[in-house]
């Protein structure tokens, strides 16, 4: 299934860089390798899982300083940790660890007036804390009884709007600490629904929703509960963030995104954005009431005038393009930006003068980021080839994190309308320096309906020309989603192709960056259209490299692409020597009632189940298991709400009921995606360990 945000998710490394190098070019996912790196030995699974992972740059508001999180992993422990660290931006050279990681510290934020706002857990919960431009001196500003989960500052500094998990029935926060130990202290554990969602990605419902409080920065006063009584969650669950709230320029009102959940939250894609001034809490106006759709992402002008969001159209499809609207704070007047721009926007920031809207989005196998002219919509790219997962901007330019096929995350920096190539200011991962990567390249094929469809061929790491090589199909999931040129670090194609392998991976109708409309062409035809170019596309790869041994191949797939490996099994049989389906569908009809978010199957299938059936089983792979033979290796994390465990365990069970070769791996305490450390490692393992088995000669 598609998921949003991204993010961040699990982060793993080991040290940071002790120093940067010299400024350089951001790598091309198809550059060759270098004669040194080509030297060295393979990158491969352990290297991924012990990477150190960059994240959340944050600019100073003189454009000197930037600071950005650093996640390392301690697989022998099983254990991650952040740290945050401090860079020159006009002197670039090491980067400083910042004193206040001693007692924790994350989501570091810059204040108007130049301090460093970070929360830490140094006081036994989650608090707000700020410190001097360097880290030093941390003076506690938030002192709530419950843990902050996300925060935002006021313009002036002087206030702070926080997310806490709250009873929305309770009358303060006393009320919320106390109905939480009482709940820790009774031994009876059953509980009771009476609306859904019950379960929700990976996390039963506790009857808690995420409110917004505000503070004074000074500490006087009690927190200001501007959300009570509205019933829904902000930042929404389970991947919120504060990008769905903010001040208005003034510090005066609260603008967030949100849903009310009543009870069609599971099947409802309707968040609004709505106003609520802290001076009258719980009186909310809805400023986008007229989309029944997803709103999101307010940001104001520098001149407080205009604020900018995203909206999508439908209501009830996730996956639909995030368009950008303007509207003025004075009339309410609302226009649309770029509305012939067919790329949905991820993110947005306002110029420091107004007139330029910057935003990330996905791009034909790439996420660039891109200059919106806030007065006519002209679009214009700014960075090339690579994945753009932040950027700030600075006096001249920007800083961005941007990863590639063959590179986690770096920071690099370009000015605003340079030609030149960015240049790297940091290297959080040097030991990487001396790894051989394969080689890869985007193709291009006609696939359903004669369209043109995207794909990559990576080399194995060490390539020989004219040696041909087992083949990885990697089948992205999503189904809304992409395998293009970015890093990943739990589907990492680099892996295997150290591994020895060749990896070819299909961006099949359905996945994102291509237009609206080729998006749109999955739903309700999950088994047709993608798998007539995953089939074009495995012809024309083979019949363009010929280093690709079409006879020794594995298919590999989570989520969607689990349950294109089930469909494979029943409708492409002979394709592959192995399959691997992580979290896969099995039966869709299933999935329409065991799911959590409703709305995705009902739009995929075109209602619920009792409404159209035959929309939940004409691409349904459980009438197909009579064709089943390929060997199969399945793999279920038990915390997956997603796609329920029951789903991995039929399809075992009809493998094994048919005397078909294959293996399960249950882990009990990972959800849709494996992140413990220890849980990767062994997944990892086992998963290589099966395309060892199929692929490559006994020795």
Same mark, same amino acid.
């Given at each position: 299934?598609?998921?949003?945000?991204?993010?961040?998710?699990?982060?793993?490394?080991?040290?940071?860089?002790?120093?940067?190098?010299?400024?350089?070019e951001?790598?091309?996912?198809?550059?060759?390798?270098?004669?040194?790196?080509?030297?060295?030995?393979?990158?491969?699974?352990?290297?991924?899982?012990?990477?150190?992972?960059?994240?959340?740059?944050?600019?100073?508001?003189?454009?000197?300083?930037?600071?950005?999180s650093?996640?390392?992993?301690?697989?022998?422990?099983?254990r991650?940790?952040?740290?945050?660290?401090?860079?020159?931006?006009?002197?670039?050279?090491?980067?400083?660890?910042?004193?206040?990681?001693?007692?924790?510290?994350?989501?570091?934020?810059?204040?108007?007036?130049?301090?460093?706002?970070?929360?830490?857990?140094?006081?036994?919960?989650?608090?707000?804390?700020?410190?001097?431009?360097?880290?030093?001196?941390p003076?506690?500003?938030?002192n709530?009884?419950?843990?902050?989960?996300?925060?935002?500052?006021?313009?002036?500094?002087?206030?702070?709007?926080?997310?806490?998990?709250?009873?929305?029935?309770?009358?303060?926060?006393?009320?919320?600490?106390?109905?939480?130990?009482?709940?820790?202290?009774?031994?009876?554990t059953?509980?009771?629904?009476?609306?859904?969602?019950?379960?929700h990605?990976d996390?039963w419902?506790?009857?808690t929703?995420?409110?917004?409080?505000?503070?004074n920065?000074?500490?006087?006063?009690?927190?200001v509960?501007?959300?009570?009584?509205?019933?829904?969650?902000?930042?929404?669950?389970?991947?919120?963030?504060?990008?769905?709230?903010?001040?208005?320029?003034?510090?005066?009102?609260?603008?967030?995104?949100?849903?009310?959940?009543?009870?069609?939250?599971?099947?409802?894609?309707?968040?609004?954005?709505?106003?609520?001034a802290?001076?009258?809490?719980?009186?909310?106006?809805?400023?986008?009431?007229?989309?029944?759709?997803?709103?999101?992402g307010?940001?104001?002008?520098?001149?407080?005038?205009?604020?900018?969001?995203?909206?999508?159209?439908?209501?009830?499809?996730?996956?639909?393009?995030?368009?950008?609207?303007?509207? &003025? $704070?004075?009339? #309410?007047? =609302?226009?649309?930006?770029?509305?012939?721009?067919?790329? %949905? +926007?991820?993110?947005?920031?306002? *110029?420091?003068?107004?007139?330029?809207?910057y935003?990330?989005?996905?791009?034909?196998?790439?996420?660039?980021?891109f200059?919106? &002219? $806030?007065?006519? #919509?002209? =679009?214009?790219?700014?960075?090339?080839?690579?994945?753009? %997962? +932040?950027?700030?901007?600075?006096? *001249?330019?920007?800083?961005?994190?941007?990863?590639?096929?063959?590179?986690p995350?770096?920071?690099?920096?370009?000015?605003?309308?340079?030609?030149?190539?960015?240049?790297?200011?940091?290297?959080?991962?040097?030991?990487?320096?001396?790894?051989t990567?394969?080689?890869?390249?985007?193709?291009?094929?006609?696939?359903?309906?004669?369209?043109?469809v995207?794909?990559y061929?990576?080399?194995?790491?060490?390539?020989?020309?004219?040696?041909?090589?087992?083949?990885?199909?990697?089948?992205?999931?999503?189904?809304?989603?992409?395998?293009?040129?970015?890093?990943?670090?739990?589907?990492?194609?680099?892996?295997?192709?150290?591994?020895?392998?060749?990896?070819?991976?299909?961006?099949?109708?359905?996945?994102?960056?291509?237009?609206?409309?080729?998006?749109d062409?999955?739903s309700?035809?999950?088994?047709?259209?993608?798998?007539?170019?995953?089939?074009?596309?495995?012809?024309?790869?083979?019949?363009?490299?010929?280093?690709?041994?079409?006879?020794?191949?594995?298919?590999?797939?989570?989520?969607?692409?689990?349950y294109?490996?089930?469909?494979?099994?029943?409708?492409?049989?002979?394709?592959?020597?192995?399959?691997?389906n992580?979290?896969?569908?099995?039966?869709?009809?299933?999935?329409?009632?065991?799911?959590?978010?409703?709305?995705?199957t009902?739009?995929?299938?075109?209602?619920?189940?009792?409404?159209?059936?035959?929309?939940?089983?004409?691409?349904?792979?459980?009438?197909?298991?009579?064709n089943?033979?390929?060997?199969m290796l399945?793999?279920?994390?038990?915390?997956?709400?997603?796609?329920?465990?029951?789903?991995?365990?039929?399809?075992?069970?009809?493998?094994?009921?048919?005397?078909i070769?294959?293996?399960?791996?249950?882990?009990?305490?990972?959800?849709?995606?494996?992140?413990?450390?220890?849980?990767?490692l062994?997944?990892?393992?086992?998963?290589?360990?099966?395309l060892?088995?199929?692929l490559?000669?006994?020795?």
């Open positions: 299934m598609r998921h949003r945000s991204l993010l961040a998710g699990a982060c793993a490394a080991l040290a940071l860089a002790a120093a940067v190098p010299a400024l350089a951001a790598p091309a996912a198809s550059a060759p390798a270098t004669a040194a790196a080509q030297a060295g030995p393979a990158f491969n699974y352990n290297d991924m899982i012990s990477a150190n992972r960059l994240g959340d740059p944050q600019v100073s508001p003189d454009g000197r300083w930037v600071v950005y650093v996640t390392t992993t301690d697989v022998a422990a099983n991650r940790s952040g740290a945050l660290y401090i860079l020159d931006l006009r002197n670039p050279g090491e980067p400083r660890k910042l004193a206040i990681n001693e007692g924790g510290a994350n989501t570091a934020r810059w204040g108007s007036n130049g301090q460093l706002y970070f929360l830490s857990g140094r006081s036994g919960s989650s608090q707000v804390w700020r410190a001097a431009a360097d880290g030093t001196g003076v506690q500003v938030t709530l009884p419950l843990d902050v989960n996300a925060y935002r500052l006021s313009n002036d500094g002087s206030k702070v709007v926080v997310s806490l998990a709250v009873f929305p029935d309770c009358a303060d926060l006393a009320c919320t600490v106390d109905r939480n130990k009482a709940v820790a202290d009774d031994p009876a059953g509980q009771v629904y009476d609306r859904m969602f019950v379960r990605w996390t419902a506790d009857g929703q995420n409110h917004l409080f505000v503070v920065a000074d500490g006087s006063g009690a927190p509960h501007v959300t009570k009584g509205f019933d829904g969650d902000t930042p929404s669950k389970p991947f919120g963030d504060e990008s769905e709230f903010t001040f208005t320029p003034d510090g005066q009102s609260i603008v967030f995104s949100a849903r009310h959940a009543g009870s069609s939250e599971p099947w409802s894609t309707n968040f609004d954005l709505y106003q609520v802290v001076s009258a809490p719980g009186q909310f106006a809805n400023l986008t009431d007229n989309n029944d759709a997803w709103d999101t307010p940001v104001f002008s520098p001149d407080g005038k205009t604020m900018a969001y995203r909206a999508m159209a439908r209501p009830g499809f996730e996956a639909d393009k995030y368009s950008i609207f303007l509207r &003025d $704070a004075a009339s #309410g007047q =609302v226009r649309q930006v770029a509305a012939d721009w067919d790329r %949905s +926007a991820d993110s947005l920031q306002w *110029s420091k003068d107004g007139r330029t809207l935003v990330t989005a996905g791009d034909v196998g790439q996420t660039r980021l200059s919106i &002219d $806030a007065r006519n #919509g002209n =679009v214009v790219p700014i960075t090339g080839e690579g994945h753009v %997962s +932040a950027f700030q901007q600075t006096a *001249s330019g920007f800083v961005f994190a941007q990863d590639t096929l063959r590179r995350s770096e920071l690099f920096v370009k000015t605003f309308r340079g030609r030149e190539m960015p240049r790297q200011i940091t290297n959080v991962n040097p030991q990487l320096d001396a790894k990567f394969g080689e890869a390249e985007q193709f291009n094929f006609p696939g359903w309906n004669g369209e043109t995207h794909g061929v990576i080399k194995p790491a060490n390539y020989v020309e004219g040696q041909k090589y087992p083949v990885a199909f990697l089948i992205h999931g999503g189904p809304q989603g992409s395998f293009g040129n970015s890093w990943s670090y739990r589907w990492n194609p680099s892996t295997y192709a150290g591994a020895g392998y060749a990896v070819v991976m299909i961006d099949f109708h359905g996945s994102t960056g291509y237009g609206q409309g080729f998006t062409a999955i309700q035809h999950w088994g047709d259209r993608p798998l007539e170019d995953l089939q074009k596309g495995w012809a024309a790869a083979q019949q363009k490299y010929s280093f690709l041994d079409g006879d020794n191949a594995c298919a590999l797939g989570a989520s969607y692409g689990g294109m490996i089930n469909w494979i099994a029943g409708q492409w049989p002979d394709a592959f020597k192995c399959l691997v992580h979290d896969g569908v099995f039966d869709i009809r299933g999935m329409g009632y065991g799911t959590e978010e409703l709305w995705f009902e739009w995929e299938y075109g209602g619920t189940p009792y409404e159209n059936p035959e929309g939940y089983e004409r691409f349904n792979p459980v009438h197909h298991v009579s089943w033979k390929t060997p399945v793999v279920q994390g038990d915390l997956d709400f997603r796609i329920p465990t029951a789903q991995g365990l039929s399809t075992f069970s009809a493998l094994q009921r048919r005397g070769e294959s293996k399960l791996i249950v882990f009990p305490n990972e959800n849709h995606w494996v992140l413990k450390p220890a849980n990767s062994q997944w990892h393992n086992e998963v290589f360990g099966w060892d088995q199929h490559k000669p006994a020795n």
